[in-house]
């Protein structure tokens, strides 16, 4: 069936700024570990382009499913893909950085997946007080920059100190500003899976009691006795 080109949300300025992220996310990985300026640069223009097609979504109505999960599994990938890198980088602490990949990837996938499983419009509306303030515009893109910034210097650090400010590495000095933040959304991450938890057992809840109810399966059981 032909889809009119209104409705042709593959081809929406969002998902148009997806792909791009996803362009230079690859190129990124391809560079990280012989050319730093290059990787860098991708990286960070794709991680910012995450701003980006969400103010374009909101402006030119454009907002999709297929966006969030598009937007979700760049940033997901992304990130892991910079992690693998550092802990192939800084192999003596490779154990937190398969941790915080598995923190990442499977507390958010869980999230987006109870999410779709409840009927929610967005990931983004949650009656959790922690979700609510997490996922406030500003908050959240406080929070995915320093997590961002945090584990951009520790890649930059590899290759260089980068400029002085009275003598200490600016690089280094920003690594330790943002990783307690780092540490924190980690920490909320496990809070996605906690509260996706709680709503996906309210479901299994539901859908036992309403299986006990069932005419059917209540006829059922009659006949068998």
Same mark, same amino acid.
């Given at each position: 069936?032909?889809?009119?080109?209104?409705?042709?949300? +593959? &081809? +929406?300025?969002?998902?148009?700024? !997806?792909?791009?992220?996803?362009?230079?996310?690859?190129?990124?990985?391809?560079?990280?570990?012989?050319?730093?300026?290059?990787? !860098?640069?991708?990286?960070? &223009?794709?991680?910012?382009?995450?701003?980006?097609?969400?103010?374009?979504?909101?402006?030119?109505?454009?907002?999709?499913?297929?966006?969030?999960?598009?937007?979700? =599994?760049?940033?997901?990938?992304?990130?892991?893909?910079?992690?693998?890198? /550092?802990?192939?980088?800084?192999?003596?602490?490779?154990?937190? +950085?398969?941790?915080?990949?598995?923190?990442?990837?499977?507390?958010?996938?869980?999230?987006?997946?109870?999410? $779709?499983? #409840? !009927?929610? $419009?967005?990931?983004?509306?949650?009656?959790?007080?922690?979700?609510? &303030?997490?996922?406030?515009?500003?908050?959240?893109?406080?929070?995915?920059? #320093?997590?961002? =910034?945090?584990? #951009?210097?520790?890649?930059?650090?590899?290759?260089?100190? !980068?400029?002085?400010?009275?003598?200490?590495?600016?690089?280094?000095? =920003?690594? +330790? /500003?943002?990783?307690?933040?780092? &540490?924190?959304?980690?920490?909320?991450?496990?809070?996605?899976?906690?509260?996706?938890?709680?709503?996906?057992?309210? $479901?299994? #809840?539901?859908?036992?009691?309403?299986?006990?109810?069932?005419?059917?399966?209540?006829?059922?059981?009659?006949? /068998?006795?």
């Amino acid at each position: 069936m032909a889809i009119a080109e209104h409705d042709n949300i +593959f &081809i +929406f300025v969002p998902n148009l700024i !997806g792909y791009g992220r996803i362009v230079l996310a690859i190129i990124a990985f391809w560079f990280m570990s012989t050319n730093y300026v290059v990787a !860098g640069w991708c990286y960070i &223009i794709s991680a910012l382009l995450d701003a980006v097609d969400g103010h374009a979504a909101r402006a030119l109505n454009q907002s999709t499913r297929f966006g969030a999960m598009l937007d979700q =599994l760049t940033d997901r990938c992304g990130t892991m893909g910079l992690l693998v890198t /550092l802990a192939n980088f800084y192999p003596e602490y490779m154990f937190w +950085f398969q941790l915080s990949i598995a923190i990442d990837v499977a507390c958010h996938w869980l999230y987006m997946q109870t999410s $779709v499983v #409840v !009927g929610r $419009v967005s990931h983004k509306v949650n009656d959790n007080f922690v979700m609510r &303030i997490y996922y406030q515009k500003d908050v959240l893109t406080f929070m995915c920059c #320093v997590n961002e =910034l945090f584990y #951009v210097c520790l890649y930059l650090l590899h290759f260089t100190s !980068g400029p002085l400010i009275l003598g200490a590495s600016l690089f280094k000095i =920003l690594a +330790f /500003l943002t990783g307690p933040f780092a &540490i924190l959304k980690a920490l909320i991450s496990v809070m996605h899976a906690y509260v996706a938890g709680i709503d996906l057992a309210a $479901v299994d #809840v539901r859908e036992r009691q309403e299986k006990r109810h069932s005419p059917e399966i209540q006829n059922s059981g009659k006949k /068998l006795e």
